[in-house]
């Protein structure tokens, strides 16, 4: 009897390691498929929807500006950045070119950054925006479904989101702004 009575609770003690390490089991697969699915932001999102109303104070002085423009004759892109984004240092030659030779309007959205260094910025690299506004804590980013910095929107004239750049925007990226303005 003493002996059954041993087996008995040994069967019970199995049980529950067994349990434990199906437990884990499940845990550790459900971890491991987890790491294995690459998330990735997705540049469609917003694409086709109206840009949302955000109010921007300038960098530069007290003015404000509304978005989405109520001026339906051009097309304008946003762009989303910050003095201390290494990739927007890369873009921004290709943004003073769109201003320069194809006259559109930029907007610019400094992302979460100090004032006086994305003055800096701007005198140092030069000022593509026709208007540059702050945004401190980052909700007006956010708002339009931006993911970080940079990020660049292009506008149609009834203020719907035409084109979405995640990242730095490239040369042909620059070629898909101009194919959609004219």
Known sequence: MDVLVFIQGDMT??????????ILLIFFGAFYFSLQTKLKND???????????????SLQDDSY????LQNKKNFYLINIWASWCVPCRQEHPLLMR?????????????YKDNK???QKFL?????PYFFSGS???????????AYGVPETYLIDREGKIILKFIGPISNTN???IIQNIK
């Open 123 to 127: 005198e140092e690299l030069g000022n």
């Open 13 to 22: 003690t199995k049980s529950k390691l067994s349990l434990l390490a199906i």
């Open 98 to 110: 769109l201003k320069k030779e194809n006259n559109l309007a930029i907007y610019g959205i400094n």
């Open 174 to 176: 620059y070629e898909q």
């Open 65 to 68: 500006v509304e978005l989405p």
């Open 135 to 145: 945004d401190m804590d980052g909700s007006k980013a956010i708002e339009i479904g």
């Open 116 to 118: 006086s260094n994305a």
């Open 43 to 57: 540049d469609l999102v917003m694409i086709n929807k109206m840009l949302p109303a955000i109010k921007l104070q």
